[in-house]
C-alpha cells in the first residue's frame, strides 16, 4: 500500500507521484484507486488492487542506485547473452523485464540495447524500446537523487560507458 506523495515507478508507464487515494463506485462495488501524476504530466488512475499486477514499485533507494550504477559489472555476463541473441529474442526478453518494472531489469535492458548499439544498428523496435527504458531509468535516477534531467542523463551515460 502506498501513501499520498510517495513517488512510484509504473512499469512501461514512467515515474511519477501519487497525489491521492480515492474511493469510487464502480459497477456497484467500492474501489480504493490511486492517483499517479507521471514526471510527462500524465495523470493515471490506477485500482490499489491491481497495484501489484502491474508491478507498481517504490522508487529505488539513492543508496541502491549509486551501488548498482557505480558498478555495472554485475550486469556483464546477462548483458553479454542477451546481446549476442538475434533482435527478436532480444525484444521478447527485454519486453519481460521491462514488465517486471525492477530497477535491474531495467538498468539490464538498457544496459543490453547499448552494448548492442556498438556492434551494430538497433532495429526500429529496439531504438523506441532503449529510448523509453532510458527515459524511465533517467526520471528515476533524478527523483531518488533530487537531481535533475540533465544531471541523471549524464550519470547514466556515466555508468554505461562503463560496460
Do not use: C, W
Amino acid at each position: 500500500m502506498f501513501n499520498i506523495g510517495d513517488k512510484v515507478v509504473y512499469p512501461s508507464q514512467g515515474v511519477g507521484t501519487i497525489e491521492n487515494i480515492e474511493q469510487k463506485d464502480f459497477l456497484g462495488n467500492k474501489q480504493d484507486y490511486y492517483y499517479i501524476t507521471l514526471t510527462n504530466n500524465l495523470k493515471v488512475m490506477l485500482p490499489t488492487s491491481r497495484s501489484e499486477i502491474v508491478n507498481l514499485r517504490s522508487i529505488t533507494s539513492e543508496q541502491e542506485l549509486n551501488q548498482k550504477l557505480t558498478n555495472l559489472n554485475f550486469l556483464n555476463d546477462t548483458v553479454d547473452i542477451i546481446s549476442s541473441k538475434n533482435s527478436k529474442e532480444r525484444f521478447d526478453i527485454n519486453s519481460t523485464k521491462i514488465k517486471s518494472g525492477s530497477f535491474s531489469d531495467y538498468l539490464e535492458v538498457v544496459s543490453s540495447l547499448h552494448k548492442t548499439k556498438e556492434g551494430h544498428n538497433l532495429n526500429s523496435s529496439e531504438k523506441q524500446m532503449l529510448h523509453n527504458t532510458k527515459k524511465i531509468l533517467i526520471a528515476e535516477i533524478s527523483a531518488a537523487k533530487n537531481v535533475s534531467v540533465t544531471e541523471a542523463t549524464s550519470f547514466l551515460e556515466n555508468s554505461l560507458n562503463t560496460i
